[in-house]
């Protein structure tokens, strides 16, 4: 069993910049790969960004250039930096650990870009 903990959401005006962190919990971290996705009021989860096991990263076409994912293996955590945010990125935000047919997500974060 593995618990995701997400953490950094808040409000922040367009054009800042938040870093959401996910700390996990539980098992060994280094084999899963890891995500952020995301869900608007009203619309369905999506994709944010994923990274490997190995550090390989993928971005929705949305965030590319502006968002980064990254993990460091030693504290168990995964981040997702995000800049240049814009009103549209407003939702909450979930971790995500996939490993095999297991599937875990935390519990989210909420972000709300607004001025």
């Known amino acids: 069993q593995v618990q995701l903990v997400e953490s950094g959401g808040g409000l922040v005006q367009p054009g800042g910049s938040l870093r959401l962190s996910c700390a996990a919990s539980g098992s060994i971290f280094r084999p899963f790969d890891m995500g952020w996705y995301r869900q608007a009021p009203g619309k369905q989860r999506e994709l944010v960004a994923t990274?490997?096991?190995?550090?390989?990263?993928n971005y929705a076409d949305s965030v590319k250039g502006r968002f980064t994912i990254s993990r460091d293996n030693a504290k168990n955590t995964v981040y997702l930096e995000m800049n240049s945010l814009k009103p549209e990125d407003t939702a909450v935000y979930y971790c995500?650990?996939?490993?095999?047919?297991?599937?875990?997500w935390g519990q989210g974060t909420q972000v709300t870009v607004s001025s």
């Open positions: 995500n650990g996939r490993l095999s047919i297991l599937n875990y």
């Open positions: 990274i490997t096991n190995g550090g390989s990263t």
